[in-house]
T-cell receptor, first 115, second 111 residues
Framework: NAGVMQNPRHLVRRRGQEARLRCSPM?????VYWYRQLPEEGLKFMVYLQKENIIDESGMPKERFSAEFPKEGPSILRIQQVVRGDSAAYFCASYSGGASVNEQFFGPGTRLTVL | SQQGEEDPQALSIQEGENATMNCSYKTSINNLQWYRQNSGRGLVHLIL?????REKHSGRLRVTLDTSKKSSSLLITASRAADTASYFCATDAKGAQKLVFGQGTRLTINP
């Protein structure tokens, strides 16, 4: 059973470009979370999605950021018109939804560098 | 200040010694989890302790939870150079699905 997959692992963008980060949850998991980690800091929650629905986006910046988890395919975190402050590691985690404990399994992360 | 604050922020010890890291949080929780992160890498899940548990062991790891003080500790016994990493606690607050992470403790094991 493959773990959570994220791609790309590293992404370099120039200011003003778009960044698209992909996350494939563990097989059988229908819940996906996105977290951001700035250098030397802990992870900060961004958004929680179930298939085709955004459940909690309280951690998402109001502009330029969006997330989706379509019926088919990976979850996508999209950052439009990137700025240098968007440089960070973005982690995705998945959860089965059926367990009594919210144990989230993390992917290896995508490290975004904005030049 | 945020939920899940660790202390110390940095800890440097000699190989073979024990390392203790602490985590405090603010709201009622369902569970508390500890993760390890090697430099520039992803998170590795170490151990989960439920709110009705007081202590849990896994190999050289020992985790305690005191819900009255809203605090947890992670003890690594007989440390090894390979234990050098950042350690984070994460809480799963009641009524919420997201994990709230602390700032982490950077542990360095000197050979």
């Amino acid at each position: 059973n493959a773990g959570v997959m994220q791609n790309p692992r590293h992404l370099v963008r120039r200011r003003g470009q778009e960044a698209r980060l992909r996350c494939s949850p563990m097989k059988g998991h229908s819940h996906v979370y996105w977290y951001r980690q700035l250098p030397e800091e802990g992870l900060k929650f961004m958004v929680y999605l179930q298939k085709e629905n955004i459940i909690d986006e309280s951690g998402m910046p109001k502009e330029r950021f969006s997330a989706e988890f379509p019926k088919e395919g990976p979850s996508i975190l999209r950052i439009q018109q990137v700025v240098r402050g968007d440089s960070a590691a973005y982690f995705c985690a998945s959860y089965s939804g059926g367990a009594s404990v919210n144990e989230q399994f993390f992917g290896p992360g995508t490290r975004l560098t904005v030049l | 200040s945020q939920q899940g604050e660790e202390d110390p922020q940095a800890l440097s010890i000699q190989e073979g010694e024990n390392a203790t890291m602490n985590c405090s949080y603010k709201t009622s929780i369902n569970n508390l989890q500890w993760y390890r992160q090697n430099s520039g890498r992803g998170l590795v899940h170490l151990i989960l302790i439920r709110s009705n548990e007081r202590e849990k062991h896994s190999g050289r790891l020992r985790v305690t939870l005191d819900t009255s003080k809203k605090s947890s500790s992670l003890l690594i016994t007989a440390s090894r150079a390979a234990d050098t990493a950042s350690y984070f606690c994460a809480t799963d607050a009641k009524g919420a699905q997201k994990l709230v992470f602390g700032q982490g403790t950077r542990l360095t094991i000197n050979p």
